[in-house]
């Protein structure tokens, strides 16, 4: 893929211009998303669970699948594997600083539903391939993995099985003071429907750029810098594609849309793991064979961050130490933990 802009070339204060400026066009995109992501989860009846997942957590993950495909079809699947993978980690523990932001009660407490702990759970299994796609990473039929397939397959599965909680659930969790319920305001959004959509596409389109802009910059780091190709991945990469679940995020607690917050995190996760599936279509070798002990220990404390959240969520603690639940803290543990692996 000819690198048009030729930003892998620029200079090293010209890559981290590059970045700052991209994290701040991201920043502005999520803002607006998760303003529209809102409006069209009550125009179209989906709910805030199901919005976050289709709407917001699918779209703001354009940066981080641009950013994977790129790198994968320019031969730098070490680069595509450690941003899949980092992006992970990253939206996780962005839930615990939004639960910082929310301080009328925990955020898991305040947020708790069946779809939500069934967007955990659907994240859990779909990570579950790639990572068992690594160990047969050299079975392939017409050079596609079966894992690429399946990916997919368990998503969309997954999001029939969301919609059919939300339509017809077993059980929901106790109302408390606390708990903020979604209240759709259609009249407001009537005869808009066009408008936003419209406003969609084009946010998604920067977006999108804004991915294929950050995946020839890490490109350029890695080769102007001796900063490996997974730190890279994981950290610049997975981070600064990931800024929209955090912006989205924050805005969506401060705005009272609490479901919307933990349905664009969860919901992102699990779309995220399809990074891995487009990747290995774009790649010229298969993209599991480039996944590492450190990918395979940051996929794993993911899964370790998205099962506590699950944990806090069933348990539903009101305060917990410094204003924010024991999930969250540990959460934020855990990605210092993925942190540290990554250099040592």
């Keep these: 893929m000819p690198d048009i802009l030729q930003i892998a070339a620029y ?9 700052l400026v991209t994290a701040a066009v991201i920043c502005v995109a999520g803002v607006r998303l998760s303003a529209v992501a809102d409006e069209l989860a009550d125009r179209t009846g989906l709910g805030e669970v199901i919005a976050g997942a289709l709407f917001v957590g699918a779209t703001t993950s354009l940066p981080g699948a641009i950013t994977s495909v790129s790198t994968a079809w320019q031969g730098a699947p070490e680069l595509a594997v450690g941003n899949a993978f980092g992006s992970l980690t990253a939206q996780t523990v ?3 600083v939004a639960d910082i932001f929310y301080r009328r009660a925990n955020l898991e407490h305040a947020a708790a539903s069946v779809t939500g702990l069934a967007q955990g759970v659907l994240m ?7 990572l068992l796609a690594a160990s047969t990473a050299s079975f392939e039929v017409w050079r596609i993995h079966p894992a690429t397939v399946a990916i997919p397959l368990t998503y969309i599965f997954g999001l029939r099985i969301l919609w059919q909680i939300q339509q017809n ?3 929901n969790p106790v109302e408390t003071d606390e708990t903020e319920e979604d209240i759709s305001d259609v009249e407001e959004v009537e005869g808009r429907m066009a408008t936003l959509w419209v406003r969609f596409a084009a ?13 020839e910059a890490c490109i350029g780091l890695v080769d102007t810098t001796s900063i490996g190709a997974g730190p890279v991945g994981t950290l610049f990469a997975g981070v600064s594609t990931s800024l929209p679940e955090l912006v989205t995020a924050i805005a969506s607690v401060r705005a009272g849309a609490v479901s919307l ?3 664009n995190i969860l919901g992102g996760n699990a779309f995220d ?3 891995l599936a487009a990747a290995d279509v774009a790649s010229p070798t298969s993209i599991y064979t480039a996944i590492t002990p450190d990918n395979m220990a940051t996929a794993t404390i993911s899964i370790l961050m998205v099962g506590i959240l699950l944990l806090g969520m069933l348990k539903r603690d009101r305060q ?3 204003g924010i639940g024991f999930e969250s803290n540990t959460v934020i543990a855990l990605y210092v933990l993925s942190v540290v692996i990554l250099f040592v």
């Design 124 to 130: 859990v299994v779909t990570l579950a391939i790639p």
């Design 273 to 275: 793991v399809m990074f």
């Design 320 to 322: 917990g130490a410094g």
């Design 11 to 19: 200079p090293l204060w010209g890559l981290i211009v590059t970045f």
């Design 94 to 96: 962005f839930i615990a």
């Design 261 to 263: 917050a933990i349905g």
């Design 169 to 171: 659930p077993m059980w």
């Design 203 to 215: 946010l998604a389109a920067v977006t999108a750029l804004a991915g294929y802009t950050i995946a």
